[in-house]
């Protein structure tokens, strides 16, 4: 796949077709998946049954939002297929026929520079991605260091990206071009949007700007660097560097946000949070997972397996998810007794850094991992069978979903927009 160089004046619209833009097909209805496909063993070409699972009808009631694929409204709530993935046994079974082929996995230096002679004959990649199920759609410039923070707040026409280069920069979802830069002073550990609010990770501080009125407020507390947000129960949560989980409450009287609580329990940095089944979660660089309460604001679990920092942690369906340097991705899941236990393991030989869930857009669930080896690895869930590979010039640290679309953000300031394909042609 050659990219175009002028990527940048490419349009990619952010209203772009979602999950419910492509129902199943009538014909599907009098199809039948392929049992020997689903084995990973059918080698008949052509074969007279699907070689690929149905779509999924529509559901009732399904929410308007999501946060990284994830319901808003029914969290660690069923997926939105008629598949039950409620024991171990569902978990990492991958088909031999999905994983990716490939011949080399470096990407050709001249073809960035756009003077690769060899065409198709060369040995190395003339793409900065492997598989079918997605493409590159435009490339953003403009920051000058790793990327830390994307969000693509609900009802908003930009995109917002920041950086430890210490800029919030504003995207136009039309034209692809920055509209607006914005200098923090400081290097933005993470980012998140909520609402019309936009909260942004700095030392000492979060700052919160809204969009409408055009307000900010400097909402201090945290000591050293704020690495992860998360909002939930009313409340906006902060991870920071001294091992802190910091909360604040917004004031309608008084128009801001005041603080509510401190939860100080991890020995090192808070990395990584994430809300789900009223139960606030908190990885650290202690290695450590705390389970919180989210109305008491009480620790009643402490997940250890982990043997190094747990990067990144989410919720989906009725499990919970994390990454770790320990080059480990664990699949936690309630038991008799109410306590999260481990119920798969997936071993790369890279450490993992960031997980992001979306849906592509026949309604499947897709595991997106960043990993330290400059890639990006596209699964499939709960199989772990291999969509694709994202590759980079250095490691990505965001990642965000958007509808029919997701970003990456990487060590060299480059954000790039991707476009999930139907999967009619991505088989074609």
């Known amino acids: 796949m050659d990219v175009d160089r002028d990527a940048n004046k490419r349009v990619f619209n952010r209203l772009g077709p979602g999950p419910s833009s492509f129902p199943s097909s009538s014909s599907d209805k009098h199809q039948k998946v392929c049992f020997h496909w689903r084995a990973g063993k059918c080698n008949r070409n052509p074969c007279q049954f699907l070689h690929r699972e149905l779509p999924p009808p529509l559901l009732n009631g399904a929410s308007k939002r999501s946060y990284g694929g994830f319901s808003d409204d029914v969290p660690f709530s069923g997926p939105r297929r008629h598949t039950s993935f409620n024991s171990s046994s569902s978990w990492g079974r991958s088909h031999g026929s999905n994983k990716v082929v490939r011949k080399t996995e470096k990407v050709c230096h001249f073809w960035e520079q756009g003077n690769c002679k060899h065409g198709d004959t060369c040995k190395f990649l003339h793409s900065w991605s492997l598989g079918d199920s997605f493409q590159l759609l435009t490339q953003l410039e403009g920051h000058q260091e790793a990327v830390s923070g994307i969000t693509l707040p609900s009802g908003s026409d930009k995109l917002y990206t920041g950086s430890k280069d210490k800029t919030l920069r504003a995207w136009d979802c039309q034209s692809g071009q920055c509209v607006g830069t914005m200098n923090l002073g400081d290097e933005v550990g993470c980012m998140i949007s909520e609402g019309p609010w936009i909260f942004i990770g700095l030392p000492n501080l979060v700052k919160a700007l809204n969009l409408q009125t055009n307000v900010d407020q400097n909402l201090n507390g945290p000591v050293g660097q704020v690495y992860a947000m998360v909002v939930g129960n009313d409340l906006l949560f902060a991870g920071t560097q001294d091992g ?144 694709g590979k994202i590759l980079a010039k250095q490691e990505v640290r965001s990642i965000q979903a958007g509808p029919g679309l997701f970003f990456t953000g990487d060590g060299t300031g480059q954000v790039k927009v991707w476009k999930w394909l139907p999967e009619s042609k991505a088989a074609s």
């Open 244 to 387: 802190s989980v910091l909360a604040w409450k917004f004031n309608d009287a008084t128009n801001c946000f005041e603080p509510a609580t401190m939860l100080k329990l991890h020995d090192l940095a808070v990395v990584s949070l994430v809300v789900g089944a009223n139960r606030l979660f908190s990885g650290s660089m202690d290695k450590s997972i705390r389970v919180w309460d989210l109305e008491s604001l009480q620790c009643i679990q402490t997940l250890t397996d982990h043997t190094s920092v747990v990067m990144s942690i989410l919720c989906w369906d009725k499990f919970l998810l994390s990454c770790s340097l320990d080059k480990t991705i664990k699949v936690w899941f309630t038991n008799e007794i109410g306590k999260l236990e481990v119920t798969y393991t997936h071993n790369e030989e890279h450490g993992w850094l960031t997980l992001c869930g979306m849906l592509d857009l026949e309604g499947k669930p897709v595991l997106l991992c960043s990993c330290n080896d400059n890639s990006v690895r596209v699964y499939d869930l709960p199989s772990f069978s291999e969509r």
